[in-house]
């Protein structure tokens, strides 16, 4: 069973940096994530995707430039550096298996497995 957990949220003033790590287990050479975001009263919005062998990543227009995902296949963990943090990226972040990601965007997959999500909040 794929299970995938979030860690390295907090609280930054604006211009931080913060890391969020996604691990998961059960996944497999063809598994894909992706990062996801969501604040209050808002729709939930894609951030960023690669594909497990690094053959294909999407980085949303919103955060190209600050936002930078990796991942480290002996460890199945999934990276989010977030760099020059706003107010405006204070959301709730989640990662999801998807069934693809290319460099225009990803395809959901109809498992919809994600994990609980960790905050991360940018003060002014």
């Known amino acids: 069973q794929v299970q995938v957990e979030e860690s390295g949220g907090g609280s930054v003033q604006t211009g931080g940096s913060l890391r969020l790590s996604c691990t998961g287990s059960?996944?497999?050479?063809?598994?894909?994530l992706g990062w996801f975001r969501q604040a209050p009263g808002k729709e939930r919005e894609a951030v960023s995707c690669?594909?497990?062998?690094?053959?294909?990543?999407y980085v949303s227009n919103a955060v190209q430039g600050r936002f930078t995902a990796s991942r480290n296949n002996s460890k199945n963990t999934l990276y989010l550096q977030m760099n020059n943090l706003k107010p405006e990226d204070t959301a709730l972040y989640y990662c999801?298996?998807?069934?693809?990601?290319?460099?225009?965007?990803?395809?959901?997959?109809?498992?919809?497995?994600r994990g609980r999500g960790t905050q991360v909040t940018v003060s002014s």
């Open positions: 999801e298996v998807l069934r693809a990601c290319y460099d225009g965007g990803y395809y959901v997959s109809p498992s919809r497995i």
């Open positions: 059960g996944l497999t050479a063809d598994s894909v």
């Open positions: 690669i594909s497990w062998r690094g053959t294909a990543t």
